[in-house]
């Protein structure tokens, strides 16, 4: 076995000083600032999330109640000379009769506004989506039936086609001939 003799010089500790006590509060010292430096950290990363949160909730519900009034709150329509066209009605309301003049809207073939030849767009549009159903559901059924007539082909009609081929050229006899 190897034996070391280490000596180190300490001129920073003082002739009062004990080592023991200098390095524990070192030692003390360091695990103290790292442990609270995580710490903050930590807390800094919750305050954040918990602020986030909060102002996010305090937005939706300011916002939502913002567009609750903005859309329920009675209104007064005028015209552009100031006379009153409707009294008391809703952003909401607006909304609703709009989208109902829009379906109930005279349309073309083509879903253009129309009066020649003209159904509602609501009927348009139904009959449009029906007819696109119907398309679909007739091409894969067309697909089907095609798939199964090549399989029908492939597998019944070859082997009828192979014993009708096999009595024209008279197999039968030539096997029982061997």
Known sequence: M????????LDWLGEDGN???????????????RISSDAMKDIATKVNTLIDQKVTAM???KL?????????????????????KQANVTVLDLMKA???NFMDEMVDSNGKRSDYKAKSRLDWLIEKHIDSSLKRSIEQAAL????????????TLK??????????IGIDNISKRL
């Open 159 to 168: 082997n009828q086609i192979g014993e009708n081929v096999a009595k024209v």
């Open 144 to 155: 089907e039936v095609k798939k199964g007539l090549q399989t029908y082909i492939d597998t």
């Open 64 to 84: 939502a109640e913002v567009l609750e009034d903005f859309l329920n709150k009675p209104r007064t329509i005028t015209d552009r000379w100031g006379d009153i």
């Open 19 to 33: 080592l023991d006590n200098i390095l524990k509060d070192e030692v003390i010292g360091s695990i103290t600032s």
């Open 2 to 9: 190897a034996k070391f003799n280490i000596e180190v010089d």
């Open 59 to 61: 937005t939706d519900l």
């Open 98 to 100: 709009s989208c109902d």
